[in-house]
């Protein structure tokens, strides 16, 4: 990363993620790493550090640099988990567990999104996450059961698809509620398959679309 993007991604660190609670090294080293500029769209890169979500085409968004965070700190995943993510999005968040170590699955309906995506992924230096256009409410049936899923749009709850993809004792991230406002929600599924939430503040994305979505 530049010398100029890497102050600002420091700055974004130390002024958003670390001053509204995010803690984990191992999130706090991927977004000081991660160059969150070649994950936006040209006449943004301005303001690609910045505490807000932008634009990336198609009516999606990608998210502010502290709700990635949150979500991240949120699945408490380590080096070599397998990870399921439910919309690539721009792909900034793919790349931020992908730094992380995880094992990386994502699924993107909009093929266009995807195809821009991977270029960027690619362009950062993360060739190793597993790329699939479809319905990502369906889940991953083919490599679970996954030790966590995030999910980066917003449902009325979660598929029951992806808690039946998730392994005892994994944890699904995700935002429920309506199309309007939401809650960040994490299921953790006890051992014999019980499900435990829990929530942890509002938020607001873009609607989950798909079989079991909207």
Same mark, same amino acid.
Request: net charge positive; aromatic share 10%; with cysteine.
């Given at each position: 990363m530049r010398d100029a993007y890497r102050e600002k991604a420091k700055n974004m660190v130390d002024g958003q993620l670390k001053k509204r609670g995010i803690s984990d090294p191992a999130v706090l080293e991927a977004f000081e790493n991660v160059?969150?500029?070649?994950?936006?769209?040209e006449n943004f890169k301005d303001r690609a550090y910045s505490d807000s979500a932008l634009p990336i085409g198609e009516g999606q968004t990608i998210s502010q640099p502290y709700i990635v965070a949150l979500m991240s700190e949120l699945l408490k995943a380590k080096r070599g988990d397998k990870v399921l993510e439910v919309g690539t999005g721009s792909g900034y968040q793919a790349a931020i567990l992908a730094f992380m170590g995880v094992k990386l699955?994502?699924? +993107?309906?909009? &093929? =266009?999104? $995807?195809?821009?995506?991977k270029g960027s992924l690619k362009k950062a230096g993360f060739e190793g996450v597993l790329f699939k256009e479809g319905d990502g409410t369906l889940g991953w049936e083919e490599f679970s059961p996954y030790s &966590?899923?995030?999910?980066? #749009?917003?449902?009325?709850?979660?598929?029951?698809?992806? $808690? +039946? %993809?998730? %392994?005892?004792? &994994?944890?699904?991230?995700?935002? #429920?509620?309506?199309?309007?406002? %939401?809650?960040?929600?994490?299921?953790?599924?006890?051992? &014999? =398959?019980?499900?435990?939430? +829990?929530?942890?503040?509002?938020?607001?994305?873009?609607? $989950?679309?798909?079989?079991? =979505?909207?």
């Amino acid at each position: 990363m530049r010398d100029a993007y890497r102050e600002k991604a420091k700055n974004m660190v130390d002024g958003q993620l670390k001053k509204r609670g995010i803690s984990d090294p191992a999130v706090l080293e991927a977004f000081e790493n991660v160059p969150r500029h070649l994950f936006v769209p040209e006449n943004f890169k301005d303001r690609a550090y910045s505490d807000s979500a932008l634009p990336i085409g198609e009516g999606q968004t990608i998210s502010q640099p502290y709700i990635v965070a949150l979500m991240s700190e949120l699945l408490k995943a380590k080096r070599g988990d397998k990870v399921l993510e439910v919309g690539t999005g721009s792909g900034y968040q793919a790349a931020i567990l992908a730094f992380m170590g995880v094992k990386l699955y994502t699924i +993107e309906r909009k &093929g =266009g999104l $995807l195809k821009k995506a991977k270029g960027s992924l690619k362009k950062a230096g993360f060739e190793g996450v597993l790329f699939k256009e479809g319905d990502g409410t369906l889940g991953w049936e083919e490599f679970s059961p996954y030790s &966590g899923i995030i999910v980066t #749009a917003a449902g009325k709850d979660v598929p029951s698809p992806l $808690l +039946e %993809q998730l %392994q005892e004792n &994994g944890r699904l991230v995700m935002p #429920a509620g309506d199309r309007f406002s %939401q809650e960040m929600v994490v299921y953790e599924k006890n051992p &014999g =398959g019980r499900i435990v939430k +829990e929530k942890y503040g509002g938020c607001r994305f873009v609607p $989950l679309i798909g079989k079991y =979505g909207w």
